[in-house]
């Protein structure tokens, strides 16, 4: 069930943010509810381009300085470059290649499961879910995590997921990899709106 406050976020920014908005339920509730009969006015320039920076925010679940430092690595690039960059940044920590390879519910499950070490990346142990992938890298569910509650079943409940092209997994092997660069197929987000909020 989906709590208040996230419900009040994904009234205002968009099913998107959270996976759990991304049902029918929450779409009957906003249309049925009480909170949804008033139309909201067009929000001005810098009040869309917030909508567009909290949407990031909140999908990805990152900090304020987070955002800001991945829009400061890439604003060097000129022209519609930027953008693939950002998302690249974005797509590539490796809580959200945990979520894209369909091993957490979420994100945020995905960035818990990081924190408590249960993934190795080119066997080395990593629990920082910021952690930046590479092309070629391998992540591995430790071995003494595979045996855990959240790892149960791991075949069956991937057997009709298909992850993003950029990323695979194989039960089997309980191994993943990054096999090219992640591509900005995303329609929910308008990250060139988000990189005109932080250029004023």
């Not at 000129?78 to 797509?91: D, F, S």
């Amino acid at each position: 069930m989906i709590s208040k406050p996230k419900f009040k976020i994904c009234r205002r920014l968009g099913p998107g943010v959270y996976d759990k908005c991304q049902t029918s339920k929450f779409t009957m509730a906003v249309k049925g509810g009480s909170l949804g009969a008033r139309r909201p006015k067009a929000p001005s320039e810098y009040g869309a381009q917030l909508i567009e920076k909290q949407k990031v925010r909140f999908s990805y679940g990152i900090s304020e300085n987070q955002l800001s430092n991945y829009v400061e690595k890439v604003s060097h690039i000129k022209g519609a470059g930027t953008t693939e960059k950002l998302y690249e940044r974005l797509e590539s920590r490796l809580d959200n290649a945990i979520y894209r390879m369909g091993l957490g519910a979420s994100r945020r499950a995905a960035r818990q499961m990081v924190s408590h070490g249960h993934f190795m990346v080119n066997d080395k142990k990593i629990t920082i879910p910021s952690y930046e992938l590479k092309v070629g890298d391998v992540i591995k569910i430790r071995e003494g995590s595979k045996g855990k509650k959240i790892f149960a079943n791991t075949t069956e409940k991937l057997k009709d997921y298909n992850p993003p092209p950029w990323i695979s997994f194989d039960p089997g092997s309980m191994e993943g990899k990054v096999k090219d660069k992640p591509k900005n197929v995303e329609s929910f987000f308008d990250l060139s709106a988000v990189l005109e909020f932080y250029s004023r």
